[in-house]
């Protein structure tokens, strides 16, 4: 069964994959960019390209989501999917999941003024650009992400059913410790398993998945999602600024005054505003 680790882009989502690949995909949880490959991206032209369908026809890839997820499903375990899609049903016909494949999900938000300087930089937007991008929605490929209060309430479905967990991209950065444990013990307990902590485990993935050490080991080691600047060649930092990401200091008072208006009331609804 599937837990979902979703997300808008740029959100932290990176972070939460990363800590959750070290404990539990390492036997002393120090982490280090290979654990990652652990936790797919879903969707990926992979899943599709080993059942023989055209990745550039996006309604046939969206037409068998449902028996990628399947196939991903055969082995006998918990199996974690990222993906930065919301939860849409396509014609009402074919839906991005189902409770077949699905046994939670673990949302990670973060603040929208914080997110566009983020986006900005990993898509050579101007800012201004970058949070209309954001506030009209859109698709990316194969993955179609919506706007960023349509993908924050889309995942809420699982809400009803006690399989869903929201944790802010702040808590993870400020407060590593108590974010990480409750996402574990939201784990286990969707899974019904026993949950008993590794501590020394624990510890060293909160120390090796700071954003300080995340980012030295893309300067040392390079990582396989950085971008690479089309007009330039440049390649632009996955871990850019993080923690230091302040929106107050970056962003142009209209800006800031467009996303406030465009998402008011989940920002209200979330504590931003």
């Keep these: 069964m599937i837990i979902w680790l979703a997300s808008y882009p740029k959100s932290?989502?990176?972070?939460?994959?990363?800590m959750l690949a070290a404990y539990l995909f390492s036997e002393d949880g120090n982490y280090n960019f290979n654990l990652i490959k652990n936790i797919k991206q879903f969707p990926h032209g992979g899943f599709f390209l080993k059942m023989g369908i055209d990745i550039n026809n996006q309604n046939e890839t969206i037409k068998n989501?449902?028996?990628?997820?399947?196939?991903?499903?055969?082995?006998?375990?918990?199996?974690?999917?990222?993906t930065h899609s919301f939860l849409f049903n396509f014609n009402k016909n074919y839906p991005f999941t189902n409770f077949d494949n699905t046994l939670g999900v673990i949302y990670i938000v973060r603040d929208p003024r914080n997110i566009v300087t983020s986006l900005s930089k990993f898509k050579s937007l101007t800012l201004d650009n970058s949070a209309d991008f954001m506030i009209k929605g859109t698709g990316d490929g194969l993955v179609w992400t919506n706007n960023w209060a349509v993908n924050y309430h889309s995942w809420k479905l699982f809400k009803e059913y006690e399989?869903?967990?929201?944790?802010?991209?702040?808590?993870?950065?400020?407060?590593?410790?108590?974010?990480?444990?409750?996402?574990?013990?939201?784990?286990?307990?969707?899974n019904k398993s026993n949950f008993e902590l590794d501590k020394k485990k624990f510890e060293n993935v909160i120390k090796t998945t700071s954003f300080e050490n995340m980012q030295n080991l893309e300067k040392e080691k390079g990582f396989s999602e950085t971008w690479v600047d089309e007009k330039t060649g440049k390649k632009i930092p996955f871990f850019y600024?993080?923690?230091?990401?302040?929106?107050?200091k970056n962003l142009d008072i209209k800006i800031v005054k467009k996303l406030e208006k465009a998402f008011k009331l989940e920002m209200e609804e979330l504590g931003y505003l």
């Design 65 to 82: 989501y449902i028996k990628a997820q399947e196939a991903f499903n055969k082995k006998d375990a918990i199996q974690f999917l990222k």
């Design 241 to 248: 600024l993080g923690p230091k990401n302040n929106w107050k």
């Design 163 to 190: 399989k869903y967990l929201l944790i802010k991209y702040e808590d993870l950065i400020t407060n590593p410790d108590l974010t990480f444990l409750n996402v574990l013990k939201f784990i286990y307990r969707i």
């Design 12 to 18: 932290g989502n990176t972070l939460l994959r990363s």
